[in-house]
């Protein structure tokens, strides 16, 4: 079975960092890409990073620069690292198998999604 679990999640004031992490399991790791997504209360799931198998990263426009993408396909596990967060950065972050076109530089996402997990940034 086919398996994503996000961890890494809580509650850190404004200016502060957490490490998201992606563990996957039941699929050959290193052959997908990943993507990683957020969805604030009220609002759409929109794209956040993507990864794709040969480590050729992503980052949308409004985290560049704060946020890092990383995987580590030993471990089966991909990271989002986040640094210098803002209360906008508030949402419940999900990882997603994959895959990215190098050529046209968009991730696309698949069908398996994790269950998430919830980043609060608040003072």
């Known amino acids: 079975q086919v398996q994503l679990v996000e961890s890494g999640g809580g509650l850190v004031q404004p200016g502060g960092s957490l490490r998201l992490s992606c563990a996957a399991s039941?699929?050959?790791?290193?052959?997908?890409?990943v993507g990683w997504y957020r969805q604030a209360e009220g609002k759409e799931r929109e794209f956040v990073a993507s990864?794709?198998?040969?480590?050729?990263?992503k980052v949308t426009e409004s985290v560049k620069g704060r946020f890092t993408v990383s995987r580590d396909n030993a471990a089966s596990t991909a990271y989002l690292q986040l640094n210098s967060l803002k209360a906008d950065d508030t949402a419940v972050y999900y990882c997603?198998?994959?895959?990215?076109?190098?050529?046209?530089?968009?991730?696309?996402?698949?069908?398996?999604w994790g269950r998430g997990t919830q980043v609060t940034v608040s003072s």
């Open positions: 997603n198998q994959g895959r990215f076109s190098a050529v046209e530089n968009e991730y696309y996402a698949g069908v398996i």
């Open positions: 039941g699929m050959v790791f290193s052959v997908w890409s």
């Open positions: 990864i794709s198998q040969r480590g050729i990263t």
